[in-house]
T-cell receptor, first 115, second 118 residues
Framework: AQTVTQSQPEMSVQEAETVTLSCTYD???????LFWYKQPPSRQMILVIR??????QNATENRFSVNFQKAAKSFSLKISDSQLGDAAMYFC????????????FGGGTRLMVKP | GAVVSQHPSWVICKSGTSVKIECRSL??????MFWYRQFPKQSLMLMAT?????????EQGVEKDKFLINHASLTLSTLTVTSAHPEDSSFYIC??????????????FGDGTRLSIL
């Protein structure tokens, strides 16, 4: 079964600085998708960014970018110019065919942004 | 973008009552919907996968008779917590997948339901 591991339960960043959240996963598949979701205190799940495994180019969405290392099975999220509104729980998620195309979530990282 | 509406957002009820939570895809047809449970400061735990017109597929350890799932149309799935007890108190989130089972089909989440059983 696929597993997703987020080794940082909590992270802290100064406003306007850059922070990187780590995620590793375990899979035997070659075709899959990886996602980062943000869950603010309102608890709404918001898709931040996604990466297709067959694409070597790292995905970017404005201040959010990923470092996808397929061989190392690593998928970290970089948040640049951190803003107070970035404070939230961040979940890394995997989707592959072997698990019926269902999302498998990591344990989450709580990001705090200091003003 | 695709919107998933979940209702109610918060419910408080007495122990022993049944509670129904609705999940609607507002502007798309969702063949498959998912129900998650989330405890405080923890990740989302998949409870069951709901397919329109067929029985739901429950994850190991989830009681089928306790958590009844109905997916009668392409835009509505319901989760009924039967004879709820305080240990059922949790945050429940539904999610709907646009289109078919292709890997690149996005999955959209409702805003969740906070269930508190007294």
């Amino acid at each position: 079964a696929q597993t997703v591991t987020q080794s940082q339960p909590e992270m802290s960043v100064q406003e306007a600085e850059t922070v990187t959240l780590s995620c590793t996963y375990d899979t035997s598949e070659s075709d899959y998708y990886l996602f980062w979701y943000k869950q603010p205190p309102s608890r709404q799940m918001i898709l931040v960014i996604r990466q297709e495994a067959y694409k070597q180019q790292n995905a970017t969405e404005n201040r959010f970018s990923v470092n996808f290392q397929k061989a190392a099975k690593s998928f970290s999220l970089k948040i640049s110019d951190s803003q107070l509104g970035d404070a939230a729980m961040y979940f890394c998620a995997y989707r592959g065919r072997n698990a019926g195309n269902m999302l498998t979530f990591g344990g989450g990282t709580r990001l705090m942004v200091k003003p | 973008g695709a919107v998933v509406s979940q209702h109610p957002s918060w419910v408080i009820c007495k122990s022993g009552t049944s509670v129904k939570i609705e999940c609607r895809s507002l502007d798309f047809q969702a063949t498959t919907m998912f129900w998650y449970r989330q405890f405080p400061k923890q990740s989302l735990m998949l409870m069951a996968t709901s397919n329109e017109g067929s029985k739901a597929t429950y994850e190991q350890g989830v009681e089928k008779d306790k958590f009844l799932i109905n997916h009668a149309s392409l835009t509505l799935s319901t989760l009924t917590v039967t004879s709820a007890h305080p240990e059922d108190s949790s945050f429940y989130i539904c999610s709907a997948r646009v289109g078919g089972a292709a890997l690149n089909q996005p999955q959209h989440f409702g805003d969740g339901t906070r269930l508190s059983i007294l």
